[in-house]
């Protein structure tokens, strides 16, 4: 009997809170009638899993089985989900299926593996290389967790050996390691040694036994282990702790015995040491990580493990509560991040959706054209022109695409090499922004994930040895070209799965990928024989030598070597690009953001009607994003440094005059002035973009300081993450503080800000309302219904004043019209205007949910400082006005693009008819199909039309 199908849920517009310790799912039930009000028809939560205690962001879950017990465990995550049905509201959650919290010890399945290593019961968990080239490693797990060399932490007695609670550990500061049981019998002996003479029979058979057992359980490394003898091992462990803690309960002498013993082993170094070299893991100098890693981790941060989350046993484990909260109807949807990091993201897709029809108890065939069973986006960065794939089982992207098309519609292209001139002869900067990638994603290579690409490297020796025609290329050729191949890849990553499939164009992009790293060898005087980078094509293709037996042996391996090749590529261009080269080419800023490339000087009308026409058709349930917890600056902050486009000589002659004196402010260090000139152009924008609209000034140094530290640690250029360099830091830190501290600097500073705020503003105002009626899922990060001049994590996490915002929108609810919109308008700086936009926007949405959720595109043409376009369903229709680079229109002449500003231009309409546009109550007969554009915009400066 076939299941019935039930109506899958699919949100018409979202909104994303931001959970921690101090925003719990009560506090978070608490905003829920605000945000039903203001209209949206989900709730997006960021990951409710348990994490790492005191995570504020919780993408370092340390168990997918559970809800995190710090914002309210599985009982308050019910009530939130109850409350939320109540006003009619869905919930989605974020996911995170690539990797683990590992730090501190609250990883259970992590410390599961340290204490018995590959026979632990979740070893197949982790992405662990146990035959790594070097030896040391073999069977064992790298831990860099010391703050210096190991000899030296040894020596300083910084490690001891300590028994409390029932069980044995290395103690390392507060970090608690968990010994192997094999280990344990070791200590046990010495325990034996320190009893008395005439300590009864029974207790020293006892303490034999244990530690015989202990002995005898089979190495962690033994290849005949089942998953019944791991099972079985763990159970033992079990007995035999529990036995060990009667024993100890009962006898003194024992007790007395243990405490001497740990105190003879901690003061022997070389005894200690011995003891330590017998556990699963290998304790190593946090630094020694990159080179020698052989966990898979998240990016470079060793307390994030990979997940092998192509094994069926770890999908299903850690899908197990997720997918009973989607039976309970709990949950409506799921927000995946990072599924670049997964094996085969294509089939994870599937597995996820075929787990949700089964929890929904509905009939799903991945090949026909039946409904996704559950509403699913994707963290994906799409490269400008990049597709996402067709067969995916998603709706869409979580919004980055659609972030980086809309923000560079705010860019006056025709200004770019005005800018690009500016910003070389303030930094000496010259070159591309692709010149900037390709060294960011060498360095990355070299610096923080060589690990990797050593592991990758030797693998691809190993294949190497398998055919006559390619067994002579040396490590270092292989090594070498696998890191050019890298840093030119086009993309952040391809498709191929494990059976050969591949995506289309997956080929042409490895193509090109090995043709530009050929030029760039040729360029570099062509160390490496070009038949290197065709070997390396061969394998990435799986354009395998031979047929038969063999031929299939080889495709196989080929197949292994490309599907890890693709893991690799995702985080060396997200390193690279996002954390790298974004802070090294800062051109214009706004345009250095997730999603986006900074080589692209905006984004052309046209370009923009084309994506989104083919979103509409293609992903209509797509997320759109605004700003998120991962964007470099909130959208306000971009919408204003975007206006510095429009006038670069305003912009030039500001920089020139204030060049000089902060040459007195700066510093002269070994290595070039303090701040460079790169980070004093980046701080001169973001105080621009930044400068608080409300001229509340009180935590603005302590925001921009701790802005450029990350800022100049990310380049890499000056000081890093990995060795900062405390006199340049410090120096950024004064030259903030002195910078601002100057009256002549802040006086231009805010005249700057003066002259750009409206017209900012204006960019700001235009891009939420296209973001709210575009083809697509709008969602709006927390409090980005107000102004959000937010700047890199964690700043864009503080607290939201929602009761603030609750009487903001009463006010909205009593009296909208015409008149407060104009009033609200002449106030903008404390937000409301653009809380009036997005409440009457997502009113909208929800009055008309077939015309913006099914809806068609149409754009419209009214010449370049107008976006606008139509959503059209039976006989509805929407038509969106958002003015642009208002700035250049008004010639600075007035504040915002009213009325006769638009002088004769016409607003093409699909059809003639009566409108209202929803912002202000205006109501418009159009006669023809067009309506003079002074007369829509002449009392308000966008205008949402619909049709009545």
């Not at 370092?60 to 009619?88: C, M, Q, W, Y």
């Not at 509905?362 to 054209?369: A, H, L, N, R």
């Not at 040396?474 to 952040?492: D, G, H, K, M």
């Given at each position: 009997?076939?299941?019935?199908?039930?109506?899958?849920?699919?949100?018409?517009?979202?909104?994303?809170?931001?959970?921690?310790?101090?925003?719990?799912?009560?506090?978070?039930?608490?905003?829920?009638?605000?945000?039903?009000?203001?209209?949206?028809?989900?709730?997006?939560?960021?990951?409710?899993?348990?994490?790492?205690?005191?995570?504020?962001?919780?993408?370092?879950?340390?168990?997918?089985?559970?809800?995190?017990?710090?914002?309210?465990?599985?009982?308050?995550?019910?009530?939130?989900?109850?409350?939320?049905?109540?006003?009619?509201?869905?919930?989605?959650?974020?996911?995170?299926?690539?990797?683990?919290?590992?730090?501190?010890?609250?990883?259970?399945?992590?410390?599961?593996?340290?204490?018995?290593?590959?026979?632990?019961?979740?070893?197949?968990?982790?992405?662990?290389?146990?035959?790594?080239?070097?030896?040391?490693?073999?069977?064992?797990?790298?831990?860099?967790?010391?703050?210096?060399?190991?000899?030296?932490?040894?020596?300083?007695?910084?490690?001891?050996?300590?028994?409390?609670?029932?069980?044995?550990?290395?103690?390392?500061?507060?970090?608690?390691?968990?010994?192997?049981?094999?280990?344990?019998?070791?200590?046990?002996?010495?325990?034996?040694?320190?009893?008395?003479?005439?300590?009864?029979?029974?207790?020293?058979?006892?303490?034999?036994?244990?530690?015989?057992?202990?002995?005898?359980?089979?190495?962690?490394?033994?290849?005949?282990?089942?998953?019944?003898?791991?099972?079985?091992?763990?159970?033992?462990?079990?007995?035999?702790?529990?036995?060990?803690?009667?024993?100890?309960?009962?006898?003194?002498?024992?007790?007395?015995?243990?405490?001497?013993?740990?105190?003879?082993?901690?003061?022997?170094?070389?005894?200690?040491?011995?003891?330590?070299?017998?556990?699963?893991?290998?304790?190593?100098?946090?630094?020694?990580?990159?080179?020698?890693?052989?966990?898979?981790?998240?990016?470079?941060?060793?307390?994030?493990?990979?997940?092998?989350?192509?094994?069926?046993?770890?999908?299903?484990?850690?899908?197990?509560?997720?997918?009973?909260?989607?039976?309970?109807?709990?949950?409506?949807?799921?927000?995946?991040?990072?599924?670049?990091?997964?094996?085969?993201?294509?089939?994870?897709?599937?597995?996820?959706?075929?787990?949700?029809?089964?929890?929904?108890?509905?009939?799903?065939?991945?090949?026909?054209?039946?409904?996704?069973?559950?509403?699913?986006?994707?963290?994906?960065?799409?490269?400008?022109?990049?597709?996402?794939?067709?067969?995916?089982?998603?709706?869409?992207?979580?919004?980055?695409?659609?972030?980086?098309?809309?923000?560079?519609?705010?860019?006056?292209?025709?200004?770019?090499?005005?800018?690009?001139?500016?910003?070389?002869?303030?930094?000496?900067?010259?070159?591309?922004?692709?010149?900037?990638?390709?060294?960011?994603?060498?360095?990355?290579?070299?610096?923080?994930?060589?690990?990797?690409?050593?592991?990758?490297?030797?693998?691809?020796?190993?294949?190497?040895?398998?055919?006559?025609?390619?067994?002579?290329?040396?490590?270092?050729?292989?090594?070498?070209?696998?890191?050019?191949?890298?840093?030119?890849?086009?993309?952040?990553?391809?498709?191929?799965?494990?059976?050969?499939?591949?995506?289309?164009?997956?080929?042409?992009?490895?193509?090109?990928?090995?043709?530009?790293?050929?030029?760039?060898?040729?360029?570099?005087?062509?160390?490496?024989?070009?038949?290197?980078?065709?070997?390396?094509?061969?394998?990435?293709?799986?354009?395998?030598?031979?047929?038969?037996?063999?031929?299939?042996?080889?495709?196989?391996?080929?197949?292994?070597?490309?599907?890890?090749?693709?893991?690799?590529?995702?985080?060396?261009?997200?390193?690279?690009?996002?954390?790298?080269?974004?802070?090294?080419?800062?051109?214009?800023?706004?345009?250095?953001?997730?999603?986006?490339?900074?080589?692209?000087?905006?984004?052309?009308?046209?370009?923009?009607?084309?994506?989104?026409?083919?979103?509409?058709?293609?992903?209509?349930?797509?997320?759109?994003?605004?700003?998120?917890?991962?964007?470099?600056?909130?959208?306000?902050?971009?919408?204003?440094?975007?206006?510095?486009?429009?006038?670069?000589?305003?912009?030039?002659?500001?920089?020139?005059?204030?060049?000089?004196?902060?040459?007195?402010?700066?510093?002269?260090?070994?290595?070039?002035?303090?701040?460079?000139?790169?980070?004093?152009?980046?701080?001169?924008?973001?105080?621009?973009?930044?400068?608080?609209?409300?001229?509340?000034?009180?935590?603005?140094?302590?925001?921009?300081?701790?802005?450029?530290?990350?800022?100049?640690?990310?380049?890499?250029?000056?000081?890093?993450?990995?060795?900062?360099?405390?006199?340049?830091?410090?120096?950024?830190?004064?030259?903030?503080?002195?910078?601002?501290?100057?009256?002549?600097?802040?006086?231009?500073?805010?005249?700057?800000?003066?002259?750009?705020?409206?017209?900012?503003?204006?960019?700001?105002?235009?891009?939420?309302?296209?973001?709210?009626?575009?083809?697509?899922?709008?969602?709006?990060?927390?409090?980005?219904?107000?102004?959000?001049?937010?700047?890199?994590?964690?700043?864009?996490?503080?607290?939201?004043?929602?009761?603030?915002?609750?009487?903001?929108?009463?006010?909205?609810?009593?009296?909208?019209?015409?008149?407060?919109?104009?009033?609200?308008?002449?106030n903008y700086e404390d937000g409301g205007i653009k809380t009036l936009v997005a409440w009457a926007a997502l009113q909208t949405r929800d009055a008309h949910p077939e015309l913006f959720q099914e809806g068609s595109y149409r754009s419209i043409s009214a010449g370049r400082h107008l976006l606008a376009f139509a959503r059209e369903h039976?006989?509805?229709?929407?038509?969106?006005?958002?003015?642009?680079?208002?700035?250049?229109?008004?010639?600075?002449?007035?504040?915002?693009?009213?009325?006769?500003?638009?002088?004769?231009?016409?607003?093409?309409?699909?059809?003639?008819?009566?409108?209202?546009?929803?912002?202000?109550?205006?109501?418009f007969k159009v006669r023809g199909g067009k309506i003079p554009v002074a007369k829509v915009l002449e009392e308000f400066p966008l205008a949402l039309l619909v049709k009545r």
């Amino acid at each position: 009997m076939t299941a019935p199908q039930a109506t899958p849920h699919t949100p018409s517009s979202t909104y994303r809170l931001q959970l921690n310790a101090d925003f719990t799912f009560a506090d978070a039930r608490k905003v829920l009638p605000y945000l039903a009000r203001l209209g949206v028809s989900d709730v997006y939560l960021s990951p409710i899993w348990a994490s790492t205690p005191g995570s504020t962001h919780g993408y370092d879950v340390t168990d997918h089985s559970k809800i995190n017990p710090e914002l309210g465990d599985l009982a308050g995550l019910h009530k939130f989900s109850a409350r939320a049905t109540e006003l009619g509201l869905g919930v989605i959650v974020d996911f995170v299926p690539n990797h683990m919290g590992i730090q501190g010890g609250h990883n259970p399945y992590w410390e599961d593996v340290l204490m018995h290593g590959q026979a632990s019961r979740y070893a197949h968990f982790f992405d662990i290389s146990w035959q790594p080239l070097k030896r040391a490693l073999e069977g064992k797990v790298l831990l860099p967790v010391l703050g210096d060399q190991y000899g030296r932490v040894l020596e300083n007695g910084e490690l001891a050996l300590e028994y409390a609670g029932g069980r044995f550990f290395v103690r390392y500061w507060e970090r608690q390691l968990p010994m192997s049981p094999r280990s344990i019998g070791l200590v046990l002996d010495a325990v034996r040694a320190q009893l008395p003479r005439a300590v009864s029979e029974g207790v020293l058979a006892e303490l034999s036994s244990l530690s015989r057992s202990m002995e005898s359980l089979p190495r962690s490394f033994s290849s005949a282990l089942t998953d019944g003898d791991r099972v079985g091992r763990a159970q033992e462990l079990e007995v035999m702790t529990r036995r060990l803690r009667t024993l100890l309960d009962a006898s003194a002498e024992t007790r007395e015995a243990m405490a001497a013993a740990l105190a003879a082993i901690n003061a022997d170094t070389a005894h200690l040491d011995t003891l330590i070299s017998e556990q699963n893991y290998r304790l190593a100098f946090w630094k020694v990580a990159a080179e020698e890693i052989n966990y898979r981790r998240f990016f470079d941060i060793n307390d994030l493990a990979a997940l092998r989350m192509e094994d069926p046993r770890v999908f299903a484990w850690a899908h197990t509560t997720l997918f009973e909260l989607i039976r309970g109807g709990v949950i409506h949807g799921v927000r995946l991040d990072h599924t670049d990091g997964l094996y085969d993201p294509a089939g994870y897709f599937q597995a996820l959706q075929a787990g949700a029809a089964k929890a929904l108890g509905v009939d799903w065939d991945p090949e026909g054209d039946s409904p996704l069973p559950l509403y699913v986006v994707a963290e994906k960065i799409l490269e400008p022109g990049e597709k996402l794939p067709n067969d995916w089982a998603v709706d869409g992207t979580t919004g980055y695409d659609f972030l980086a098309e809309l923000n560079g519609v705010f860019v006056d292209s025709t200004n770019e090499d005005e800018i690009s001139a500016i910003y070389r002869r303030f930094t000496g900067d010259r070159r591309s922004y692709g010149e900037h990638l390709y060294r960011g994603k060498q360095l990355i290579q070299r610096v923080s994930l060589p690990g990797e690409v050593n592991v990758l490297t030797e693998s691809l020796e190993r294949l190497g040895e398998m055919d006559l025609r390619s067994r002579d290329f040396t490590l270092s050729a292989l090594r070498n070209a696998v890191r050019e191949v890298i840093a030119t890849f086009p993309v952040y990553r391809t498709y191929i799965r494990a059976d050969g499939s591949r995506e289309q164009g997956d080929n042409a992009k490895i193509a090109k990928a090995v043709r530009d790293a050929k030029s760039q060898n040729r360029r570099e005087g062509g160390p490496l024989d070009p038949s290197v980078f065709d070997y390396l094509e061969s394998v990435l293709t799986v354009n395998v030598p031979g047929e038969g037996e063999q031929g299939e042996a080889t495709r196989e391996a080929y197949t292994e070597f490309a599907l890890k090749f693709q893991q690799l590529t995702g985080p060396v261009t997200a390193k690279g690009a996002e954390d790298t080269a974004f802070y090294r080419y800062a051109r214009l800023l706004s345009l250095n953001e997730v999603g986006g490339d900074p080589a692209h000087f905006g984004t052309r009308l046209a370009d923009f009607h084309k994506v989104a026409g083919e979103r509409s058709r293609r992903w209509p349930h797509a997320m759109l994003s605004g700003s998120t917890h991962d964007t470099k600056r909130g959208e306000d902050t971009r919408a204003r440094i975007s206006v510095l486009s429009e006038i670069p000589q305003a912009w030039g002659a500001f920089v020139r005059r204030w060049a000089g004196p902060i040459l007195e402010l700066s510093q002269e260090q070994e290595l070039g002035l303090a701040p460079s000139p790169l980070d004093a152009y980046t701080l001169l924008q973001t105080m621009l973009g930044a400068y608080p609209l409300d001229s509340k000034l009180d935590d603005f140094p302590d925001r921009l300081s701790a802005y450029i530290l990350k800022a100049s640690r990310e380049a890499k250029l000056r000081t890093s993450w990995a060795a900062p360099d405390e006199e340049y830091e410090g120096a950024l830190d004064t030259f903030v503080r002195e910078l601002l501290a100057n009256v002549g600097f802040a006086n231009a500073l805010r005249d700057l800000h003066i002259l750009v705020s409206p017209y900012g503003a204006q960019n700001g105002l235009s891009a939420t309302l296209a973001r709210l009626t575009a083809p697509g899922v709008p969602d709006t990060y927390q409090g980005s219904e107000g102004w959000n001049q937010s700047l890199v994590d964690p700043d864009n996490r503080r607290p939201v004043d929602y009761p603030a915002l609750t009487r903001r929108l009463t006010r909205l609810e009593k009296g909208a019209g015409l008149s407060l919109a104009q009033k609200l308008l002449g106030n903008y700086e404390d937000g409301g205007i653009k809380t009036l936009v997005a409440w009457a926007a997502l009113q909208t949405r929800d009055a008309h949910p077939e015309l913006f959720q099914e809806g068609s595109y149409r754009s419209i043409s009214a010449g370049r400082h107008l976006l606008a376009f139509a959503r059209e369903h039976g006989d509805e229709l929407a038509v969106t006005v958002a003015p642009r680079l208002t700035l250049t229109l008004t010639r600075q002449a007035v504040p915002w693009a009213l009325g006769e500003t638009w002088g004769n231009r016409q607003l093409p309409l699909p059809s003639s008819g009566t409108f209202e546009n929803v912002l202000t109550g205006e109501r418009f007969k159009v006669r023809g199909g067009k309506i003079p554009v002074a007369k829509v915009l002449e009392e308000f400066p966008l205008a949402l039309l619909v049709k009545r």
